[in-house]
């Protein structure tokens, strides 16, 4: 039987990795990656399990105010009995003298059971308000735990797409810079070229070898953050969609620079929700100088016995009960409540500098954002110009030489300069890329922006 249980268990393990990896192995777009890190990454889990214990705590402030049930029960072994001094007259003795009595029985017995239920208290009731703004600060933080991860994949999904690129175009450069050292090495070998152009031209075929191992590095190192981001396991196997990066820059201006909703922003939010919760505080602290009012039943049962006869049906119990209302006014207390009504105000003067301040900080840092991607707007179509230009020339030199009108000097020289170029634009469109997301994220408007894309 144990040995079908362990059979089973491992069946179903290797189904569920199976599934997993079906599901790496399926090229996967952006949205798909934040998806897949809404159930799987550890922050996103931990912001859940927070929420629910905020909703629990609203549970356990409203179970406060209902009735409360209590039963209780105590057995007493009077090992020795307390004894009394009686007077010796009470009994025929001589006056002025005293007897020992001993009082009481060997065992003892009570129980019963009470109920309270709170009429009215302002406090508790407050508490339940508290609660729920507490609820609704986990589900802010739960929100923004999402969009921060949300933002990470981004930034490392575009930038693994743009390493994918500029291995793609290494590639071909580093083929035509094959075809270009194995043409020079026969010409050498049939003695119609010298030494030196062989070794220029190998020395830019090696440049060329080691930028592409860096980039497929750098492309190993952003597919293992963007599984660690996602939760995925780090042994699965996963492959990005072949989507294209939009080069149509001005679709992106439009969207993208336009006024934005302050509440959108998780940060203000959450100063908003702390200043609420400092105020529902002060409310509190105010309502420990009001009266409260509740109600209790109770009803009791007890037995004495010289002996332990507990049990014994024939033997009596003696019941009681009793209802009542009880009122508390609070009067004095060494000014403990004055001093932490006092500290509340404080609290919430702190709570809104902080919103204040928050509120600049979002407005600089989506001005500054906003600066960075026009910037990197500017200079993106500069870049392109510079790389299909950079391009061109490498190829018109490319094919004079293999004519025969053009030196190793100008081959080498034009290929340097195509690769400056690839790493200038791959860079600036990395950064704009990184200005646009950066700002949508200063905007609170990340998640619409991503569920947007095509």
Not at 28 to 40: A, D, G, Q, R
Not at 79 to 85: G, H, P
Not at 253 to 281: E, W
Request: charged fraction near 20%; include cysteine.
């Amino acid at each position: 039987m144990k040995l079908k249980k362990k059979l089973v268990g491992m069946f179903i393990l290797s189904f569920l990795l199976a599934d997993v990896s079906a599901f790496a192995q399926k090229p996967l777009t952006l949205k798909e990656c934040i998806s897949y890190s809404l159930s799987n990454n550890s922050n996103i889990k931990i912001a859940n399990y927070n929420v629910d214990i905020s909703q629990k705590k609203i549970t356990e402030q409203l179970g406060n105010y209902l009735p409360q049930i209590n039963v209780s029960g105590e057995l007493d072994d009077n090992l020795k009995l307390t004894t009394q001094l009686m007077p010796a007259e009470m009994m025929g003795g001589t006056p002025g003298t005293y007897f020992p009595v001993k009082f009481g029985n060997k065992y003892s017995m009570s129980g019963g059971v009470q109920l309270t239920q709170k009429l009215y208290d302002p406090t508790s009731l407050l508490m339940i308000k508290t609660a729920k703004i507490n609820n609704n600060i986990s589900e802010l933080n739960q929100q923004k735990t999402s969009e921060h991860t949300a933002y990470n994949i981004s930034l490392v999904y575009y930038q693994a797409l743009i390493i994918q690129m500029q291995i793609n175009v290494l590639k071909s450069t580093l083929l035509a810079s094959e075809k270009s050292l194995n043409s020079i090495e026969l010409k050498y070998h049939n003695g119609m070229a010298k030494k030196i152009d062989v070794d220029k031209i190998r020395v830019s075929y090696n440049n060329t070898t080691s930028q592409l191992e860096q980039a497929e590095l750098s492309y190993s190192q952003s597919l293992n953050t963007l599984k660690y981001n996602m939760g995925m396991p780090m042994d699965s196997t996963i492959v990005l969609t072949d989507t294209t990066i939009d080069e149509s820059w001005d679709i992106f201006i439009s969207d993208t620079l336009t006024k934005f909703q302050i509440d959108n922003v998780f940060d203000y939010q959450l100063k908003k929700a702390n200043l609420s919760l400092m105020q529902m505080d002060k409310r509190t602290k105010v309502s420990a100088f009001m009266p409260s009012l509740s109600f209790f039943g109770n009803y009791n049962f007890n037995a004495m016995r010289q002996e332990f006869t507990f049990f014994d049906a024939d033997k009596d119990w003696y019941p009681s009960s009793g209802i009542g209302i009880k009122l508390t006014i609070p009067i004095f207390d060494g000014l403990q409540r004055n001093s932490r009504l006092a500290q509340s105000k404080i609290n919430i003067k702190i709570a809104n500098e902080n919103l204040l301040f928050a509120e600049q900080t979002i407005k600089v840092d989506i001005s500054n954002y906003e600066m960075q991607y026009k910037n990197a707007l500017d200079n993106i179509n500069r870049e392109k110009e510079n790389l299909d230009l950079a391009e061109s020339v490498y190829k018109n030199t490319q094919l004079e030489y293999q004519q025969g009108t053009g030196s190793t000097l100008d081959l080498i020289q034009s290929e340097s300069s195509y690769m400056v170029a690839q790493n200038t634009y791959f860079n600036k469109l990395l950064n704009l890329y990184i200005a646009l997301i950066e700002l949508e994220k200063a905007k609170g408007s990340l998640t619409s922006f991503i569920n947007n894309l095509k």
